[in-house]
């Protein structure tokens, strides 16, 4: 029931910007924790930012400066803004949120089904 699904990828030059939208929607009672991941071919998957309990935040040192992640609390959407693109930040972005379905239940984490990015030279 409950669904996270992102929109916003695509293709852009660099040193240009895009704009990644991530919602979360379903059986929700709270999200303690909302955030952007990616993964490029043969690599890891890597945080990119993440919002904790609504104020902790954290950035991957390589977007630090360039990307901005903000939560809107009321929509269960976070958004990525992502400036200066690099080819380097060419990958599969990945929406993760922390999810409590009903009170007194557990969190558990969903995750969405990806969205591209691609950054040409």
């Known amino acids: 029931q409950v669904q996270v699904v992102e929109s916003g990828g695509g293709l852009v030059q660099s040193g240009g910007s895009l704009r990644l939208s991530c919602a979360a929607s379903?059986?929700?009672?709270?999200?303690?924790?909302m955030g952007w991941y990616r993964q490029a071919p043969g690599k890891q998957r890597e945080l990119v930012a993440h919002?904790?309990?609504?104020?902790?935040?954290n950035y991957a040192d390589s977007v630090k400066g360039r990307f901005t992640i903000s939560r809107d609390n009321a929509k269960n959407t976070v958004y990525l803004r992502m400036n200066s693109l690099k080819p380097e930040d060419t990958a599969v972005y990945y929406c993760?949120?922390?999810?409590?379905?009903?009170?007194?239940?557990?969190?558990?984490?969903?995750w969405g089904q990806g969205t591209q990015v691609t950054v040409s030279s």
């Open positions: 379903g059986s929700i009672f709270s999200i303690n924790a």
């Open positions: 919002i904790i309990n609504g104020i902790n935040i």
């Open positions: 993760n949120a922390n999810i409590l379905q009903e009170y007194g239940g557990r969190y558990i984490a969903y």
